[in-house]
C-alpha cells in the first residue's frame, strides 16, 4: 500500500512539472501576441485616420467644385475671392477630383476604354488581350443602347460565339458581366495562340503536325530516345482556359504511354503552358 501511495505521489508530482513547463513555454508566447495585436491596432487606426482625412479633402473638393460647374453653366466670369494663384490651385483641385469621378466610372464598366458613337447611341468597347504580361491583340466591340441593348459591330474572330454568350450573361442588365465573359474567351485564345508560337520558337525538335484556328486542338510530334516518334494531342474543350483539358498519346511501342514517366509528362501538359512542359520534358531526357 506504501509502494502505491509513493507512486501515486510521483504521478502527481511529475503532472505538476508537466503542468509547470507547458506554461513556462507559453510565457514568450503571450509578449509576441500583445505585441502582434499592437501592431493591428495601430494599422487600424492609421487607416481609419488616412480614410477620414480623404473624407474631409473630397467634401472640401465638392464645395469647390460647385462654383466651378456653375460658371461653366452659366457661362459667367464671376470672381472667386482669392487672388489668381489660389484661384488656379481651386480649379487645378476641382478637376482632380472630376478626373477621380471617371476614373471611378471606368471602373465601374470593368475597367475597359470605351466612347460614345453614334451620337451617343452607342458605345464602343476596346477588349485588350496578353499573355504573361505581354499585351497582344485589341478588339473592338460596339453597343447600341437604344431602345434595347444589342451588338453593332465588332471585329471578334467569328469563333467567339458573341450571341450566346450575350444571352448567358443577359446583356440587357448586365453589360459589365458581359464584356468580362467575352473578355476571358479572348485572353484565352489569345494565351494558347502566344503558347503555339513560343512551342515553334523555342523547340525546334518538336514538329507541330495539326491546330485550328481557334487553337483548341494542337497535335504535337516528340522523338524520344531510341529515335521513337510519339504523336501528342492536346484538346482544349474549356474555351476559357489556356490550359488543354485532354492529353493523348500514341506511339508504336504500346507499353510507352501507359508508362510512369510519361503518365507524369501527361499530367504536366495539363497543368503547365505547353512551351514551359517541353522545357521540363526535354530537361529530363524523355524527348530528343
Not at 79 to 89: Q, T
Request: net charge neutral.
Amino acid at each position: 500500500m506504501e509502494g502505491a501511495s509513493t507512486r501515486g505521489v510521483l504521478s502527481h508530482l511529475s503532472l505538476l512539472e508537466v503542468q509547470a513547463r507547458s506554461r513556462g513555454s507559453q510565457v514568450p508566447q503571450q509578449p509576441s501576441r500583445v505585441k502582434e495585436l499592437k501592431a493591428k491596432v495601430e494599422a487600424l487606426t492609421s487607416q481609419r485616420d488616412q480614410l477620414k482625412a480623404e473624407l474631409q479633402i473630397h467634401k472640401k473638393l465638392q464645395k469647390l467644385r460647385a462654383p466651378v460647374d456653375k460658371q461653366r453653366v452659366d457661362g459667367e466670369d464671376e470672381e472667386m475671392d482669392v487672388d489668381s494663384e489660389s484661384s488656379e490651385l481651386f480649379h487645378l483641385m476641382a478637376r482632380h477630383s472630376e478626373l477621380m469621378d471617371l476614373l471611378h466610372a471606368h471602373n465601374l464598366i470593368g475597367g475597359y476604354d470605351a466612347i460614345t458613337t453614334n451620337r451617343g447611341k452607342s458605345m464602343c468597347f476596346s477588349l485588350a488581350t496578353q499573355y504573361e504580361g505581354v499585351y497582344l491583340d485589341t478588339y473592338n466591340l460596339e453597343l447600341n443602347l437604344k431602345p434595347n441593348v444589342r451588338i453593332s459591330r465588332h471585329n471578334i474572330p467569328p469563333f467567339i460565339p458573341l450571341n450566346s454568350l450575350a444571352e448567358q450573361s443577359d446583356l440587357q442588365t448586365d453589360v459589365r458581366a458581359f464584356l468580362a465573359t467575352v473578355s476571358q474567351h479572348l485572353n484565352a485564345f489569345a494565351g494558347r495562340r502566344q503558347q503555339l508560337k513560343l512551342v515553334k520558337e523555342q523547340h525546334k525538335s518538336v514538329e507541330v503536325m495539326e491546330s485550328n484556328l481557334l487553337c483548341s486542338i494542337l497535335v504535337l510530334m516528340f522523338t524520344v530516345p531510341k529515335k521513337t516518334p510519339l504523336l501528342c494531342t492536346l484538346e482544349y474543350t474549356d474555351h476559357t482556359r489556356c490550359l488543354p483539358t485532354q492529353v493523348h498519346l500514341n506511339c508504336e511501342d504500346e507499353l510507352l504511354p501507359d508508362s510512369p514517366k510519361w503518365k507524369k509528362n501527361c499530367s504536366l501538359l495539363m497543368e503547365v503552358p505547353v512551351h514551359r512542359a517541353l522545357t521540363a520534358i526535354k530537361k529530363a531526357s524523355d524527348i530528343i
